[in-house]
């Protein structure tokens, strides 16, 4: 049952709060174990959660737009009470926080119930969750992949079925690809559309929040539920709400649909432009859309987030390195070591950049990318190819994503399934114009409504073997039969 | 830059931020920054002009959400 029809059920008295949390509970217990999403429950609060649902039903109240439904938080979200890992070892020694981040806040007051904290890589530099600290979070339709990331527990969760929706947080693309990798559904908004306050930074210029989640209500409402100004945090532009929910099912007609072409296409294996090209001609893309200077999009884009980042942990960096998360302490000392010219260009390039984009956006409504060069590698993959060249696999995962974060557009990642990766899912990037997230979902509601974009159940409870269920309305074929095996990569 | 020159920045430059760095993980920390150093030259294509303003999230203060009096 998902996002809508549970809401529904717990609504109408068929189910109470308590039953779906035990349900919830359930399956994080039989599953986890192989696939490491948690690292920290908070089960007594989510039972008292729950049972003010199911008091305030019996009392007859009016309930609120979440009633009932559980989700988790990547581990950079405060909990009230819990230590905000961030997934590092460093920040153990952390006080407990003294209060939920505001968006949990807000989803609290919406009625949702907090089952708990979730995997990600450390300080969220990475896009894979091997995180040597807490376990790597494994891909629930293959345990031996990766999840993605850096939110890879929240994207491993939603795809165990351990939780309708969970919150994880966006840079360069750390929503976006464990989407892509774990066959869900992401937002990323607007940079500056929800409020980031009570969650850990990694680069304050281009750190977004956002929902993934089992279906498209299931990332509308609960983005509905955290809308709001938030004037103390300098990196909230939000004025006032913007609800999307009612506008779900307003369809694309109308909209101007482009494919992404050039870059979009050089960096993506022929399964990734498989699933894009049919989502482009599920919406009716009339045409081929180039976005402009994308490889310096990207460049700015990484030099900030190594330049932010290795400050951010410049302290850390002198006194205890040894503590950090070997496989990217490395390019946070690299970070911290960069000459000032470089990231001012970068900064600079940003509004060059943001002011094409938006041009472009005056001729397009909604444009099309793959949102990960390939399917989910095998958790350890140092190197993978695309199209014959030749990439470290974990900073080229977000290779597709990264010039769309950088310009601040919202994307909705669509959770699609080609051929050619061994049943491994790829997602494609709905992206519109700053604040116009309404347009994104619309289109995502259409592929959801027409099959072409979905989740698929997963086996990953005890004694299960890897794999996934076949659904045979997935049957896409790519072109031509090249497609690599991302987990025969070289190196 | 060459290897080594990118190595003799790595060194310079973290001692001058006070940032220890034995031999082999100077080379690891290198091998980051030529990746990064090759996007920055990339950047210098970009065209900037003299007005091009950095991206800034610095406000002197939060907007007045109240109207002015």
Redesign the interface.
Known sequence: MKTAQLLRSIASGELSAGEVLDEAIARIDATDARINAFTGKTLARARAEANAVDARRARGEALPPLAGLPYAVKNLFDIEGMTTLAGSKINRELAPAPADAVLVQRLKAAGAVLLGALNMDEYAYGFTTENTHYGPTRNPHDVERMSGGSSGGSGAAVAASQVPFTLGSDTNGSIRVPSSLCGVWGLKPTFGRLTRRGTYPFV??IDHLGPLADSVEGLALPYDAMQG?D??D??CHA?RTQPVAAVLSQGVKGLRVGLLGGYFQDNATPAACAVAALAANTLGAVDEVTWP?A??G???A??VT?AEGGSLH?AD??ER?DDFEPLSV??F???????A??Y?????????H?DKVNALFEEWDLLVAPATPVSAPLIGTEWIEINGVKH?CRPAMGLLTQPISFAGCPVVAAPMWPAGTGGMPIAVQLIAAPWREDIALRAAKVLQDAGVAYLRTCHCGPGSSPGFQQDPQSILRSPGSSTMDPGSSPG | MSDEEVLA??NA??AA?????DAA?AL??????A??AA??Q?????G?QAH????????PA??P?EPLA
């Open positions: 304050h210029s100004a004037p103390l300098p990196g004025q200077d490889a310096l990207r460049a700015a990484f030099i190594a410049m960096l002198r390195a490395d390019r000392i690299a970070g911290a070591l960069q000459p010219h470089w001012l260009q970068a900064q600079r390039y940003r509004r060059v943001r470290p | 920045y790595v430059a973290a931020a006070g940032l220890p760095l993980g690891r920390v290198a091998a980051h920054l990746r990064t996007m920055a990339l950047l210098e294509s970009a900037l091009d303003e950095p991206a800034e999230v610095f406000r939060p907007f959400l």
